[in-house]
């Protein structure tokens, strides 16, 4: 069985700090590019980064840049989401994504929903 099992998130004051977690399981997803994307109560899923299978290549979101960080474990499969700088804009359910086709930088410009794997999320608050 196929899963994606997102952690790390949590209640952290504006500033903090926080690192999501993203554990495939059930094949290898070392050929996979994988992604981060969110979405906010009441708000469309949105990206946020992405990775390309080999952890050579890397995207992210306006929104995010310069404060996220996206990286793979060495057995490619685990993808992390280092977040500093944290706003509460940033307030949102973090979703894990992985796809055998799609490119990561793909990943970064298509409407979510298309990726052949989801984790079920990590809820993400941050106060101010």
């Known amino acids: 069985q196929v899963q994606l099992v997102e952690s790390g998130g949590g209640l952290v004051q504006a500033g903090g700090s926080l690192r999501l977690s993203c554990a495939a399981s059930?094949?290898?997803?070392?050929?996979?590019?994988m992604g981060w994307f969110r979405q906010a109560p009441g708000k469309e899923r949105k990206f946020v980064a992405a990775i390309s299978w080999s952890g050579g290549s890397t995207y992210y979101a306006d929104s995010v840049k310069g404060r996220f960080t996206i990286s793979r474990g060495n057995a490619k499969n685990a993808v992390y989401l280092q977040m500093n700088s944290l706003k509460p804009e940033d307030t949102a359910v973090y979703f894990c994504?992985?796809?055998?086709?799609?490119?990561?930088?793909?990943?970064?410009?298509?409407?979510?929903?298309?990726?052949?794997?989801w984790g079920k999320g990590t809820l993400v608050t941050v106060s101010s």
């Open positions: 059930g094949r290898t997803f070392s050929s996979y590019a």
């Open positions: 994504a992985a796809d055998l086709l799609i490119t990561a930088q793909a990943m970064s410009v298509m409407p979510p929903g298309g990726m052949d794997y």
